[in-house]
C-alpha cells in the first residue's frame, strides 16, 4: 500500500511569487491534515480536512494561505503571495478516523519550500 | 509556556544503554500521547501511542504517562546506533478542539557504537 505523497519534494521561489504544494493521502483515508515545521521550531498544525470539507483551519497563519481537497482524494496547499517567513518543512499527514483516542496519522515527506 | 515541552538535546548514549525521553503538556484535558521517531530529512514515523495512566511496552519502547504531573516519556531499552534520531512527542488536545496533533520540538538522540 503506497503511503501518504507530497510534490514537489523541494520548492525555491521568489518573494512574491505563488507555490501550490500537493498531498496525496494513503486510499481510503478521509482525514488529511497540513503541518509545517519552521526552522527550529516546533511542527505546527495547519488545517484539517474531513473528505472535502475544512474540519478545523484554525492553524492557518493568514489568508495568503489556501487549502482545497476536491472530490475529497488529493489536498493542494497554495501560498499566495510567499513570503519569506513562509520558508519551512510542510508536512501533509492523512488518517482513517479522527474520533478515536488513537488516531494514528502517517506523515507524508514533506515539501521543503524556501522563499528567497 | 509552550504547550508541549521537550529538552531539544542532543541526548548522547552509549550502545546497549536506557534512553529516556521526557515531555511535559500544559493542556489537563488532552486525551491521547504519542511518539514520533523522525530520521533526517524523512517523515515522522509512529512508534507509540499511550492514553492511559501507567506504563506501554512494545518491543524495546516503553512509554509511561502521568496525567497528574502532565508528564510523558519514552524509554528505549538496548539503545541502539539505528535508533539516533529525533524523537517528536505529540498530544492530542482535548476532544473538541478536534483531531489534530500538538507537537514539541522534538530531542535528538544519538547512540553512540
Known amino acids: 500500500e503506497a503511503g501518504v505523497t507530497q510534490f514537489p519534494s523541494h520548492s525555491v521561489i521568489e518573494k512574491g511569487q505563488t507555490v501550490t504544494l500537493r498531498c496525496d493521502p494513503i486510499?481510503?483515508?478521509?482525514?488529511l491534515y497540513w503541518y509545517r515545521r519552521v526552522m527550529g521550531k516546533e511542527i505546527k498544525f495547519l488545517l484539517h480536512?474531513?473528505?472535502?470539507?475544512?474540519?478545523?483551519e484554525s492553524g492557518m497563519p493568514n489568508n495568503r494561505f489556501l487549502a482545497e481537497r476536491t472530490g475529497g482524494t488529493y489536498s493542494t496547499l497554495k501560498v499566495q503571495p510567499a513570503e519569506l517567513e513562509d520558508s519551512g518543512v510542510y508536512f501533509c499527514?492523512?488518517?482513517?478516523?479522527?474520533?478515536?483516542?488513537?488516531?494514528?496519522?502517517?506523515f507524508g515527506p514533506g515539501t521543503r519550500l524556501t522563499v528567497l | 509556556q509552550k504547550e508541549v515541552e521537550q529538552n531539544s538535546g542532543p541526548l548522547s548514549v552509549p550502545e546497549g544503554a536506557i534512553a529516556s525521553l521526557n515531555c511535559t503538556y500544559s493542556?489537563?484535558?488532552?486525551?491521547?500521547f504519542f511518539w514520533y521517531r523522525q530520521y533526517s530529512g524523512k517523515s515522522p514515523e509512529l512508534i507509540m501511542f499511550?492514553?492511559?495512566?501507567g506504563d506501554k511496552e512494545d518491543g524495546r519502547f516503553t512509554a509511561q504517562l502521568n496525567k497528574a504531573s502532565q508528564y510523558v516519556s519514552l524509554l528505549i531499552r538496548d539503545s541502539q546506533p539505528s535508533d539516533s534520531a529525533t524523537y517528536l512527542c505529540?498530544?492530542?488536545?482535548?476532544?473538541?478542539?478536534?483531531?489534530?496533533?500538538?507537537f514539541g520540538q522534538g530531542t535528538e538522540l544519538s547512540v553512540k557504537p
Open positions: 499527514a492523512s488518517s482513517q478516523a479522527s474520533g478515536r483516542l488513537y488516531n494514528e496519522q502517517f
Open positions: 480536512f474531513v473528505k472535502e470539507s475544512k474540519q478545523d
Open positions: 499511550i492514553y492511559s495512566n
Open positions: 505529540a498530544v492530542r488536545p482535548p476532544y473538541n478542539q478536534g483531531g489534530k496533533l500538538i
Open positions: 493542556d489537563r484535558g488532552s486525551q491521547s
Open positions: 486510499s481510503g483515508h478521509d482525514n
